[in-house]
């Protein structure tokens, strides 16, 4: 069974910065990307930033987060500098592998870590 668990929230004043991180256990063949979501209270899920084959971010983090991946480690961090009230919010890890080779691609989900930027 493949289990992402993240850390890394917390309380943080607007200016501030956070590191969120994200291990992934259990077996898999190939880990094909990994990624970042969130959702704010009364919002739906949103996609922040991915690294695979190439790294993505939605626009409104461009400039102020970073995601970075070990394959090794089987880690994710996203470093989230420059945080604003309006990135309060549940974060997400997501992961996206195959378990044997030529098999179809699943995805996993953490549990969530809150982040709350607030004076």
């Known amino acids: 069974q493949v289990q992402l668990v993240e850390s890394g929230g917390g309380l943080v004043e607007p200016g501030g910065s956070l590191t969120l991180s994200c291990t992934l256990s259990g077996n898999i063949f190939n880990l094909r990307s990994m990624g970042w979501y969130r959702q704010a209270p009364g919002k739906q899920r949103e996609f922040v930033a991915s690294?695979?084959?190439?790294?993505n971010y939605v626009r409104s983090v461009l400039g102020r987060f970073t995601i970075s991946r070990d394959d090794i480690k089987r880690t994710s961090t996203l470093q989230m500098n420059s945080l604003r009230p309006e990135d309060t919010a549940i974060y997400y890890c997501n992961a996206q592998y195959t378990t044997f080779a030529g098999g179809p691609s699943s995805t996993s989900w953490g549990q969530g870590t809150q982040v709350t930027v607030s004076s």
């Open positions: 690294r695979g084959n190439s790294t």
